[in-house]
Every structure is written in structure tokens, then in C-alpha cells.
């Protein structure tokens, strides 16, 4: 038995091919674009199909793509578009019209056709046309997600906004509480304060009975303004007695006569200063504690 050897293309068959590749490089191409655009995307395509046909010049194109539509027709193409109920049967498309449809949930399809029936479509034609509602598909599925991405975006950001505004309102509210809080304080408390002080300067601890008083209304000026103490505050690192130490440390006395204020050791001073340092953050020796108790209460 004798095997005839294939024929080798002609200039046309090669001419189709690279008609036929050209095609897919520029759908490819254009169905990728970021922010594809659903008219843009079946109206290129419709263009880019009509041009790889055999007949570009007499080739009607209408192509679907989910909910859009794009027709593209030759100067001799027909100027009715080709009856669906037509274009299949067993056999196949027929001379004067063919179609394809995508296996999708989405209308995605090719149809095409040629005047009067002239010219009977050829196998790679065909194959184009079913091979260009597959890759619609799937350009409707991105297309679809797309959108829903969108949406998504779209109802986050709605979401973001409402948050925002509930949050505002919060802040609102507390910075009212706080004021009425500070009102009440002033007018109820702050006297009661100044005459506890008072009573213990009459027992000759004036400058005790001061710097008691600075230090509550400092306190409570803190939490009037701020609201609660925050995690992250310096001050709340420290011990009741390492912040009293810390607060005589930054009125400029010495350890000695902190030890004297106090009726404790010198010693214990000495290690309530290192643990103050060490919760601050603060190198041993290096920079001033008074400083940073007098920036910290700056900060706040």
C-alpha cells in the first residue's frame, strides 16, 4: 500500500492561517484589557471576527456578549442579520448563515453570514466561530465577576462610610460627656478638693497638701480629658507609689528627701526610680526622669 504524501499549503491556506492567528492574538489581546468593557469587548470582537473571515468585505457579524450586543458588516454584507432558527440543523450551519453559541449560563454567541448565500463557509470558519463563543464565555464570566467585585467595592465602601459617621457621632457624644463631666467636677468636686487641702496645710503639711493637690487634679484633668486611661499610656506602666515617686522626682527633689517625704528607705526610692526607668523605656543613667514625667504629662 502506497501512502500519497500530504500536499504541501498553498498561498492562500497560508494567508487564512495568519489571518486566523492574527485573530486570536487580538482577541486575546483585548479580552485581557484590565477594566474590560463589556460594549467595547463584543463590539472588538465582532470587528477582529469580520477581518479573519475568507470574505472580510461581504461578512456580517453580530456578536453576544451576556446582555450586549455588536454587529459588524462589510460593505457587501447583508443588511439583515441572520435568522437564528436557520443557522443550525443536523449538518451543521448552513451556506448562508452560520452560528455558535458558548456552552455558558450566560448568551454568549457568533453568528455570521454572507449575502444571498453566495459562499458556503469553510471548516476553519467554523471552528473560528465556535472557538470564539468559548473564549466569550469566558470573557462574560470575568465580566460577571467583575461586577460583582464591583458591587462588593461599592457596598464596603457604603458600609465604611456608615461606620464613619456612627463613629463620629460617638466621639460626639463622649467629648459631651467628658464636657459635662469636667463642668460637674469644677463646680462640685474641685471645691471639695481644694478644702481637703486646706485642712491638711492647717496641720502644717502645706507643701504635702499642695502637691497632693496638683497630683489629683492632674489625674482627674487626664481622665476628663481622654476619657478612661488608654493601654498604651506611659503612666499606666508605673506603680501607685513608683508614679508618686516620679511625680516628687519631677518637683526637683532629691532621693534623699523623697526618702524623708515618704518615711522610707533611700534605697527604696533608688529602686522605685530604676523600675520607673526600666517601664519607660528609659536607658539606665541616660537622660533626665524629671524630663520625661514632665513630657509624658505634656503628651497627655
Known amino acids: 500500500m502506497i501512502l500519497s504524501e500530504p500536499s504541501a499549503p498553498t498561498a492562500d ?4 492561517r495568519e489571518k486566523e492567528l492574527d485573530f486570536f492574538y487580538s482577541l486575546a489581546a483585548l479580552l485581557s484589557k484590565p477594566g474590560l468593557d463589556a460594549d467595547e469587548a463584543a463590539a472588538g470582537c465582532a470587528r477582529l471576527f469580520a477581518a479573519a473571515m475568507g470574505r472580510p468585505e461581504a461578512a456580517r457579524v453580530v456578536v453576544r456578549l451576556g446582555d450586549r450586543t455588536a454587529t459588524y458588516a462589510g460593505e ?3 443588511s439583515d442579520s441572520p435568522d437564528s432558527s436557520d443557522s443550525h440543523d443536523s449538518d451543521g450551519p448552513s ?4 452560528a455558535a453559541l458558548a456552552g455558558s449560563r450566560l448568551a454568549c454567541g457568533v453568528e455570521a453570514s454572507y449575502p444571498g448565500g453566495e459562499q458556503a463557509f469553510s471548516e476553519r470558519e467554523r471552528s473560528l466561530c465556535s472557538s470564539t463563543a468559548a473564549l466569550l464565555a469566558v470573557a462574560a464570566e470575568r465580566l460577571e465577576a467583575d461586577e460583582r467585585e464591583r458591587l ?3 457596598e464596603l465602601e457604603r458600609k465604611n462610610a456608615a461606620l464613619s459617621e456612627l463613629l463620629s457621632r460617638i466621639e460626639l457624644e463622649k467629648a459631651g460627656i467628658r464636657s459635662a463631666m469636667r463642668s460637674a467636677f469644677e463646680e462640685r468636686v474641685s471645691p471639695l478638693v481644694a478644702g481637703l487641702a486646706g485642712v491638711a496645710a492647717a496641720s502644717g503639711r502645706r507643701e504635702e497638701a499642695a502637691r497632693l ?3 489629683i487634679r492632674r489625674e ?3 481622665m476628663l480629658s481622654r476619657g478612661a486611661p488608654l493601654a ?5 506602666r508605673l506603680s501607685v507609689r513608683e508614679l508618686e515617686v516620679c511625680d516628687l522626682v519631677a518637683s526637683g527633689l532629691s532621693s534623699k528627701e523623697i526618702a524623708e517625704l515618704l518615711s522610707i528607705a533611700a534605697s527604696t526610692v533608688e529602686r522605685h ?5 526600666r517601664k519607660l523605656g528609659m536607658p539606665a543613667r541616660e537622660g533626665s526622669l524629671s524630663t520625661a514625667i514632665a513630657r509624658n504629662d505634656r503628651d497627655l
Open 232 to 236: 498604651d499610656d506611659p503612666r499606666m
Open 152 to 154: 462588593g467595592r461599592s
Open 13 to 16: 491556506d497560508l494567508r487564512e
Open 213 to 215: 493637690e496638683a497630683r
Open 220 to 222: 482627674l484633668d487626664v
Open 273 to 277: 526610680r530604676h523600675n520607673a526607668r
Open 76 to 78: 457587501g454584507a447583508p
Open 95 to 98: 451556506p448562508d448563515a452560520m
